[in-house]
């Protein structure tokens, strides 16, 4: 009789594929993008390898840092609409970013467009002195 060991209970499996959304003020540098991905990935459980796609919203697209961080984990920048990412659901909505770029969210709503499952919500970076940052990102398995 073959016998099978019962799993462990501290192994995390890895989602096969996520989407990292993003979003981000006016001239953040990549390196406090990727910082803030890194971290949340691994509260995801996921490895950059995981990642199929940055996600934001359009007025982003073309922002450097945002830009660059995609190009550094080697990934495609998937941008969508305000008015798109507007209708999706979400946990955290902000008024900030409504103002800023019309829809309440663009890190949850990015990593969320093309359906799938929220691993991580929106987190925020910590900027210089501890306060709040300049990048916001959240963790979706892909759909």
Partial sequence: MLTHPAPAAHIRHRPDAVIVGVG???????????????????????????????????????????????AALGVPLRTYSAGL????????PSQRAREAVRTPSVAEAAALADGGELLVPKRTSTGA???????????????
């Fill in 85 to 92: 990412l507007s209708a999706v659901p979400v946990p955290h």
């Fill in 24 to 70: 981000a003020r006016a001239g953040v540098a990549s390196g406090e993008v990727l910082g803030l991905v890194r971290a949340a990935l691994a509260e995801a459980g996921a490895e950059v390898a995981d990642v199929v796609a940055l996600a934001t919203v359009e007025a982003k697209g073309r922002e450097p840092g945002i830009v660059a961080a995609a």
């Fill in 129 to 143: 002195g501890g306060g709040s940052g300049r990048v916001t990102c959240a963790v979706a398995r892909a759909g």
